[in-house]
């Protein structure tokens, strides 16, 4: 697991483009036949990729987390941006497709990772947190019936916002978030740009009181988001592309304009859960 420290705005500003992703940007998060894990001091939150192809993978503690398995003490939120996988929770198996996910619940031993098909497999994108207890572990699913342990997105958090005008017209998918999948601390939802669109979170905003994560994918191998990070009156930009992650503190903005369309997963840990609770910044006064 890689250990990525808290960083204070006072140095960041000074931070050359290499320290900056060096800190905020996690490059690869999907490698063939393994699980990839970055650990935050920043709330503690950890972001992965796990990507099965020909082997079933195994979801282990490590060292780090001196802990007897991931989630003794943690709970995770995991989005498929690949084909259809399979994961298995304690021997119950759920079979998860493209764009679904799941909320696996603190207490969840042993878990493991695989894809269907080796010709078109998973990437499972994960975010996990500090629990204080166990909510119900269940698959969720943007369109279709609930059931037994499978929760449906609710029309109420397929939020569609902005406008090709303004270059933003998005939908915002609220997957994990309270009154939609019960969660300690962990928010997770994808945002999806529409042709024509490239501004992600525009106005922006920082929340001081949860820091979060943006993954950016469904973009070209030539096409990059710039993405926009620091205090609103110090901003800065890291290149991302394709399949790469980026971290924000609670102090700092978050947002991109990208070369195309392009959709982003992103992950919320901290204080509290409230999704409208932002301190907004308004276009004029950035700098
Ligand atoms: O496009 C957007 O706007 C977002 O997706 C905003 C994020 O969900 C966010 O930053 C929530 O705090
Ligand atoms: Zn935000």
Same mark, same amino acid.
């Given at each position: ?49 796990? @990507? ?34 399979? /994961? ?13 996910? @799941? ?82 601390? &962990? ?77 982003? /997963? ?19 006064? &950035?700098?």
């Amino acid at each position: 697991m890689e250990l990525r420290t808290a960083a204070s705005p006072r140095d960041v500003k000074n931070y050359t483009t290499e320290r900056l992703r060096e800190e905020f940007l996690i490059p690869q998060l999907f490698f063939a036949d393994d699980i990839k894990l970055v650990y935050s001091h920043i709330d503690r939150i950890i972001t992965g990729g796990a @990507m099965p192809v020909k082997e079933t993978l195994v979801l282990k503690a490590g060292e780090e987390l001196r802990a007897d398995y991931f989630l003794e003490r943690r709970e995770m939120g995991v989005i498929n941006i690949g084909g259809t996988g399979i /994961i298995t929770i304690d021997g119950k198996t759920y079979e998860v497709g493209h764009k679904e996910g @799941m909320y696996i619940g603190r207490g969840a031993k042993d878990i493991t990772f695989a894809s269907v098909n080796a010709d078109a497999p998973a990437k499972f994108y994960l975010n996990s947190a500090p629990a204080h207890m166990t909510y119900p572990t269940v698959l969720i699913k943007r369109e279709g019936e609930p059931s037994e342990g499978v929760v449906i997105v609710k029309d109420e958090n397929k939020v569609e916002l902005g406008s090709l005008e303004d270059s933003n017209h998005r939908t915002i998918c609220k997957y994990i978030l309270p009154g939609q999948v019960e969660s300690c601390q &962990l928010e997770m939802g994808m945002t999806s740009l529409e042709p024509g669109s490239v501004w992600n979170t525009m106005p922006c905003h920082t929340h001081d009181r949860r820091m979060e994560v943006y993954m950016y994918f469904e973009l070209p191998e030539d096409a990059f988001v710039m993405h926009y990070m620091g205090e609103p009156t110090e901003t800065r930009h890291i290149v991302v592309r394709n399949e790469q992650a980026v971290i924000s503190p609670s102090w700092s903005i978050h947002a991109g304009s990208g070369s195309r369309n392009y959709t982003f /997963i992103w992950g919320m840990v901290g204080e509290n859960q409230d999704f409208d609770d932002m301190d907004h910044c308004e276009m004029k006064d &950035l700098m």
